[in-house]
């Protein structure tokens, strides 16, 4: 196993999360010092070629990234660089939890816990967007009550690793369904069906773009963690995507950028849902510099 590693200026941690944010296996990670003050881009990669291959395009898009040095892992080494990057975090009785501490995580009586086990490549979820979403799966659960949330349909698009489709079937969700269009993210959400004991059937998976995955479908929550240019530019499809009462959950959004996702549906949920211009505004959330986006119709 080949780390490499490079100090990372302050300024460019929030343009590269966002980067590293559009990947569904990313070998790379964020690293503070306890102070905060301090920051280091790592990657972690099967051999020599692979590292050098990534840090080529991560470059061409940093220029500004000094020069990388180069370290061999052994497996040992490896197991305990890339545990230091994955923690258990949890949302209300919503909890993520690495597959290795399942045994010494105290999960409080009540709550749901999903294991994750797939090194940097599968990664935390813990992006903010990520979260955003998490704390509207959660919303729209107790506003339903469980009986109506089990059978409500639910769809996460662009599912990357089927972090909030697999949080909704654990949650007890029977109609679940998650898309994406790159196939290698419809794969790593299969294992991680398997990972936490569901079975093939809990989340139907589609290897699909946005557009063509929601031709002809409704739900009644769809999550979208996306980014706001996609967003925007798929407004039409997902605000036909949303049923009667059902709600539209958009991140991956920017907290500088919610002003122009909100132009790009305006027209759409005024022609689509026949909603009044003072209705459009939609309820946002804030986590550091990101937010979300919800519509109801």
């Given at each position: 196993m080949i780390e490499i590693r490079t100090a990372l200026p302050a300024e460019l941690v929030e343009p590269l999360e966002e980067w590293l944010n559009e990947m569904v296996r990313c070998p790379w990670a964020i690293d503070v010092d306890a102070g905060g003050a301090a920051f280091q881009l790592a990657g972690f990669f099967d051999d020599a070629t692979a590292a050098q291959a990534a840090w080529a395009e991560l470059h061409l898009a940093f220029s500004a990234l000094a020069a990388p040095r180069q370290t061999?892992?052994?497996?040992?080494?490896?197991?305990?660089?890339?545990?230091?990057?994955?923690?258990?975090?949890?949302e209300g009785d919503l909890h993520w939890v690495p597959v290795w501490m399942k045994d010494n995580y105290p999960l409080p009586a009540g709550h749901t816990r999903l294991l994750f086990d797939a090194g940097l490549a599968f990664g935390t979820g813990d992006h903010p967007t990520t979260r955003l979403m998490a704390r509207r799966l959660l919303d729209f659960r107790a506003a339903r009550g469980q009986e109506k949330f089990s059978v409500a349909r639910v769809i996460d698009a662009g599912c990357g690793s089927g972090i909030l489709a697999l949080s909704a079937a654990l949650l007890g969700g029977k109609n679940v369904l998650a898309f994406d269009h790159d196939p290698e993210a419809i794969t790593?959400?299969?294992?991680?069906?398997?990972?936490?004991?569901?079975?093939?059937?809990?989340?139907?998976?589609?290897?699909?773009?946005?557009?063509?995955?929601?031709?002809?479908?409704?739900?009644?929550?769809?999550l979208a963690n996306?980014?706001?240019?996609?967003?925007?530019?798929?407004?039409?499809?997902?605000?036909?995507?949303?049923?009667?009462?059902?709600?539209?959950?958009?991140?991956?959004?920017?907290?500088?950028?919610?002003?122009?996702?909100?132009?790009?549906?305006?027209?759409?949920?005024?022609?689509?849902?026949?909603?009044?211009?003072?209705?459009?505004?939609?309820?946002?959330?804030?986590?550091?510099?990101?937010?979300?986006?919800?519509?109801?119709?």
């Amino acid at each position: 196993m080949i780390e490499i590693r490079t100090a990372l200026p302050a300024e460019l941690v929030e343009p590269l999360e966002e980067w590293l944010n559009e990947m569904v296996r990313c070998p790379w990670a964020i690293d503070v010092d306890a102070g905060g003050a301090a920051f280091q881009l790592a990657g972690f990669f099967d051999d020599a070629t692979a590292a050098q291959a990534a840090w080529a395009e991560l470059h061409l898009a940093f220029s500004a990234l000094a020069a990388p040095r180069q370290t061999t892992l052994d497996d040992r080494d490896w197991k305990e660089a890339y545990k230091a990057h994955l923690r258990p975090w949890s949302e209300g009785d919503l909890h993520w939890v690495p597959v290795w501490m399942k045994d010494n995580y105290p999960l409080p009586a009540g709550h749901t816990r999903l294991l994750f086990d797939a090194g940097l490549a599968f990664g935390t979820g813990d992006h903010p967007t990520t979260r955003l979403m998490a704390r509207r799966l959660l919303d729209f659960r107790a506003a339903r009550g469980q009986e109506k949330f089990s059978v409500a349909r639910v769809i996460d698009a662009g599912c990357g690793s089927g972090i909030l489709a697999l949080s909704a079937a654990l949650l007890g969700g029977k109609n679940v369904l998650a898309f994406d269009h790159d196939p290698e993210a419809i794969t790593v959400s299969r294992e991680n069906l398997a990972a936490n004991g569901l079975p093939d059937d809990a989340v139907e998976l589609v290897n699909a773009g946005l557009e063509a995955a929601l031709l002809g479908r409704q739900g009644d929550l769809l999550l979208a963690n996306i980014q706001a240019d996609v967003l925007a530019l798929h407004a039409d499809d997902l605000a036909a995507a949303i049923a009667s009462g059902g709600t539209l959950a958009l991140s991956g959004i920017l907290a500088v950028e919610v002003d122009r996702v909100r132009q790009a549906f305006a027209p759409v949920l005024e022609h689509l849902w026949k909603i009044r211009p003072a209705d459009q505004l939609g309820d946002s959330r804030v986590l550091g510099e990101w937010c979300d986006l919800v519509f109801v119709r």
